[in-house]
Structure formats: structure tokens, C-alpha cells
């Protein structure tokens, strides 16, 4: 089930409201356009940010994803007409064939159950056409991003509304935390996460199992130093 802050109808639109620099999707933009793909599956598109911008080049993409709160903002947005909008997961696919495939910020990492993972890189290699190309990130866990997990590093204030994240347990490659939303009339609502932290060798290794050759590991230009990006081939 996806996490509160994505199905919850009184916190999906804040994501955007809180992440509205999305400088993040530059490197997958700029992906798009050296592989020349005319046409993209989003997993995990949530609230359509990469496929609308995506829609406005002229490509041909498909946006998966499990929250129904956020495909309805998706579906609010311009050009989102454009978009064909899956409510689901990369398991249950119907019968596509596309050039390149993206699982954007923590999509992946969101992904913790071993056999979900396997069905995900499954469903995405039947997906892709042959030869077809599958970009995904994850954090670098030797960053270990979650010691900044705390409300005095995280705390932002957007719309009236305050927003941070807690950290509430670490048990590797697992790390769980807490996101509170703090609206100024409706109290306090809370969003529980957990995030599957893989190795590069771990994502190597599972990329292969599944079908895919890798081809890269990339840098996330915004980030640098704290992303690993996945470019892998479909095997034919």
C-alpha cells in the first residue's frame, strides 16, 4: 500500500507544494534525449510531474502508480491529456512496448519487499521493447542520508502548512521514518515510510537476475555524491 503522504486526498496535493523544484528530473529529461526514446513508462509517477513534462516533448508516456490521491493530481495537470495514467504497479501491466522506463526519487527504495522488487523489474523488462532501457535511482546508503532524518534539519513551512520527517528505526538495509504535516485548522496528520537501502553490487546483481544488462551508474547532477542512477538494458 502506498504511504499516506501519496494516497491520503488531504496530503497528496501538498507534495508538490513542498517539492516543487524538480530539478531532480533533469538528468531522466536529459536521458530522454540521448537515447533519443519516443516513448516512456513512468513507474511510480505519482503526481505526474516527469510525465507531463515528458507529454509537452512530444513523447509518449505511461504514468503507473499505486496512489489513486495522486493520480488524480496528476490528471489535473496541463497536458496530462496526453498522458495514458495506470492506477496499479509495474506487476500488472497491460501490453506495452516502450523505449525507456524511469522509477524516479524514491521509488525504488519504496520498493522493499523482496519479491515486489523482483515482480517490478520483471513487469518493467516485459514492458520495454527489446534492448529497450531502464533508468532508476536509489541513495547511496555509505551517505547514510537518514542521520538528517530530524525535525530540526527537515522542518518546512509551505501554504500554511509545516512539514517535517523523523527518523524511527534503522535496521539495514530497512530505514523507517515519520512525516508530519502540521495544518494551521486541521491538526495533525502523519505519514509512516520505510525505504529499502540497496548496494550498487545489490542492484547490479538483481538488474542482471531480471534480464538487464547494465550499462552505467550515474551521478545525480542536483545531488552529487548521494544518488546512484541505473541505466540497464533490456537483454535480448
Given at each position: 500500500?502506498?504511504?499516506?503522504?501519496f494516497?491520503?486526498?488531504?496530503?497528496?496535493?501538498?507534495?508538490?507544494?513542498?517539492?516543487?523544484?524538480?530539478?531532480?528530473?533533469?538528468?531522466?529529461?536529459?536521458i530522454?534525449?540521448?537515447?533519443?526514446?519516443?516513448?516512456?513508462?513512468?513507474?511510480?509517477?505519482?503526481?505526474?510531474?516527469?510525465?507531463?513534462?515528458?507529454?509537452?516533448r512530444?513523447?509518449?508516456?505511461?504514468g503507473?502508480?499505486?496512489?489513486?490521491a495522486s493520480?488524480d493530481?496528476?490528471?489535473?495537470?496541463?497536458?496530462?491529456?496526453?498522458?495514458?495514467?495506470?492506477h496499479?504497479?509495474?506487476?500488472?501491466?497491460p501490453a506495452?512496448?516502450?523505449?525507456?522506463?524511469?522509477?524516479?526519487?524514491?521509488v525504488?527504495?519504496?520498493?522493499?519487499?523482496?519479491?515486489?522488487?523482483?515482480?517490478t523489474?520483471?513487469?518493467?523488462r516485459?514492458?520495454?521493447?527489446?534492448?529497450?532501457?531502464?533508468?532508476?535511482?536509489t541513495?547511496?546508503?555509505?551517505?547514510?542520508?537518514?542521520?538528517e532524518?530530524?525535525?530540526e534539519?527537515t522542518?518546512?513551512?509551505?501554504?500554511?502548512v509545516?512539514?517535517?520527517?523523523?527518523?524511527?528505526?534503522?535496521?539495514?538495509?530497512?530505514?523507517?521514518?515519520?512525516?508530519t504535516?502540521l495544518f494551521?485548522d486541521?491538526g495533525?496528520?502523519?505519514?509512516?515510510?520505510?525505504?529499502?537501502?540497496?548496494?550498487?553490487?545489490?542492484?547490479?546483481?538483481?538488474?542482471?537476475?531480471?534480464?538487464?544488462?547494465?550499462?552505467?551508474v550515474?551521478?545525480?547532477?542536483?545531488?552529487?555524491?548521494?544518488?546512484?542512477?541505473?541505466?540497464?538494458?533490456r537483454?535480448v
Amino acid at each position: 500500500m502506498p504511504d499516506a503522504a501519496f494516497a491520503d486526498p488531504r496530503l497528496a496535493p501538498l507534495y508538490d507544494v513542498f517539492d516543487d523544484d524538480r530539478s531532480d528530473l533533469d538528468v531522466y529529461a536529459a536521458i530522454v534525449d540521448e537515447l533519443g526514446a519516443h516513448s516512456v513508462l513512468d513507474v511510480g509517477c505519482g503526481t505526474g510531474s516527469l510525465a507531463v513534462l515528458l507529454a509537452a516533448r512530444g513523447i509518449d508516456v505511461v504514468g503507473v502508480d499505486p496512489a489513486a490521491a495522486s493520480l488524480d493530481i496528476a490528471r489535473a495537470k496541463p497536458l496530462a491529456d496526453r498522458v495514458r495514467w495506470i492506477h496499479g504497479d509495474a506487476t500488472g501491466l497491460p501490453a506495452i512496448a516502450v523505449d525507456l522506463a524511469t522509477m524516479t526519487g524514491n521509488v525504488a527504495q519504496a520498493i522493499v519487499d523482496p519479491a515486489d522488487w523482483a515482480g517490478t523489474l520483471g513487469g518493467i523488462r516485459e514492458a520495454l521493447r527489446p534492448a529497450g532501457i531502464l533508468v532508476l535511482e536509489t541513495r547511496d546508503p555509505a551517505r547514510r542520508a537518514w542521520e538528517e532524518w530530524t525535525r530540526e534539519q527537515t522542518l518546512r513551512r509551505a501554504a500554511g502548512v509545516e512539514c517535517w520527517q523523523e527518523l524511527t528505526d534503522v535496521d539495514l538495509p530497512l530505514v523507517s521514518f515519520r512525516t508530519t504535516f502540521l495544518f494551521p485548522d486541521a491538526g495533525v496528520l502523519t505519514s509512516d515510510s520505510t525505504l529499502r537501502f540497496r548496494e550498487r553490487d545489490e542492484v547490479k546483481a538483481d538488474l542482471a537476475r531480471h534480464g538487464y544488462e547494465l550499462l552505467d551508474v550515474r551521478d545525480a547532477p542536483d545531488r552529487p555524491g548521494r544518488e546512484l542512477v541505473f541505466v540497464a538494458q533490456r537483454r535480448v
